[in-house]
């Protein structure tokens, strides 16, 4: 990943949630030394659980050791003044939020047969209603700006079978489908961003631990580096390069760069390019 760090975040305030550990913190370390200032928010303080290893003063470590610039915050994106809390602390700090990323999920065990209720609901809360109430409370200072960038997350569990994970991964790709549609006048870019395949991070590791569901083996999963690419990509896209996609890593490199895309073809096997034509 360190040969493509060339500043393309330069002065950016952006907000990534669930930066902890797993995508959020690769993305994070990505855009700290893309030029951005990191805001790294999440709940994990302290490291309770050594199959969940990471906290958001960690990442916040990682990335000033690297020689950029990080803040944490702690927020719960199941609660919506826990979010609200953190905009405020933000915008206070910076004046703005250039960049969102609405990156905190949770994949809670079972089916949907025999899963319990409260695990379906809390996945929707956190899943959608979270995203949503992150982008809500971003938009104000966006809209105060005339202009910002919103990353929303996707699956690929919303195109795989169908799964209750996949429901909330769906939900989430209409929703920031529609919002492009309203923010298109607003000078704000909204984006879904879908890995190709399942990628190895530490909450996908324990949430196989409790039985969820998932159709590949543990040595077919992929590494982060396309994935991180194409979150950092998309931060850089405006209302007039690009807003209301739903991408793969695979097609977002291929859209944006071109001899990136053709690094990681070769790296990748080649289930992670099929379908992309040259």
């Given at each position: 990943?360190?040969?493509?760090?060339?500043?393309r975040?330069?002065?950016?305030?952006?907000?990534?949630?669930?930066?902890?550990?797993?995508?959020?913190r690769?993305?994070?370390?990505?855009?700290?030394?893309?030029?951005?200032?990191?805001?790294?928010?999440?709940?994990?303080?302290?490291?309770?659980?050594?199959?969940?290893?990471?906290?958001?003063?960690?990442?916040?470590?990682?990335?000033?050791?690297?020689?950029?610039?990080?803040?944490?915050?702690?927020?719960?994106?199941?609660?919506?003044?826990?979010?609200?809390?953190?905009?405020?602390?933000v915008?206070?700090?910076?004046?703005?939020?250039?960049v969102?990323?609405?990156?905190?999920?949770?994949?809670?065990?079972?089916?949907?047969?025999?899963?319990?209720?409260?695990?379906?609901?809390?996945?929707?809360?956190?899943?959608?209603?979270?995203?949503?109430?992150?982008?809500?409370?971003?938009?104000p200072?966006?809209?105060?700006?005339?202009?910002?960038?919103?990353?929303?997350?996707?699956?690929?569990?919303?195109?795989?079978?169908?799964?209750?994970?996949?429901?909330?991964?769906?939900?989430?790709?209409?929703?920031?489908?529609?919002?492009?549609?309203?923010?298109?006048?607003?000078?704000?870019?909204?984006?879904?961003?879908?890995?190709?395949?399942?990628?190895?991070?530490?909450?996908?590791?324990?949430?196989?631990?409790?039985?969820?569901?998932?159709?590949?083996?543990?040595?077919?999963?992929?590494?982060?580096e396309?994935?991180?690419?194409?979150?950092?990509?998309?931060?850089?896209?405006?209302?007039?390069?690009?807003?209301?996609?739903?991408?793969?890593?695979?097609?977002?490199?291929?859209?944006?760069?071109?001899?990136?895309?053709?690094?990681f073809?070769?790296?990748?096997?080649?289930?992670?390019?099929?379908?992309?034509?040259?």
């Amino acid at each position: 990943m360190a040969a493509t760090m060339t500043g393309r975040l330069q002065g950016k305030v952006a907000v990534i949630t669930g930066a902890s550990r797993g995508l959020g913190r690769y993305c994070a370390l990505a855009y700290g030394a893309e030029g951005a200032t990191v805001v790294v928010a999440a709940r994990t303080e302290t490291e309770t659980n050594p199959n969940l290893p990471g906290t958001i003063h960690e990442t916040v470590r990682e990335i000033e050791a690297a020689g950029g610039k990080a803040f944490a915050v702690t927020c719960n994106v199941a609660d919506a003044e826990s979010i609200e809390a953190m905009t405020r602390t933000v915008v206070d700090r910076y004046g703005r939020i250039d960049v969102l990323m609405t990156n905190a999920a949770i994949q809670t065990p079972g089916f949907i047969t025999d899963m319990q209720p409260k695990h379906w609901e809390l996945e929707f809360r956190v899943n959608v209603h979270g995203t949503f109430h992150c982008i809500r409370s971003a938009l104000p200072t966006m809209l105060e700006h005339g202009s910002g960038n919103i990353i929303t997350i996707s699956s690929i569990a919303a195109h795989n079978g169908g799964s209750h994970y996949g429901a909330t991964k769906r939900a989430v790709e209409s929703m920031s489908i529609g919002l492009a549609n309203e923010l298109r006048d607003k000078g704000i870019a909204v984006n879904c961003l879908r890995p190709v395949a399942a990628i190895e991070t530490p909450g996908l590791m324990f949430g196989r631990s409790l039985g969820s569901r998932s159709g590949q083996a543990f040595s077919q999963l992929a590494g982060p580096e396309s994935y991180v690419e194409a979150a950092v990509l998309l931060a850089t896209q405006t209302i007039e390069t690009c807003t209301g996609a739903v991408m793969t890593d695979a097609e977002t490199v291929h859209r944006f760069d071109r001899q990136a895309f053709e690094r990681f073809k070769a790296a990748n096997p080649p289930s992670w390019s099929e379908g992309i034509a040259n």
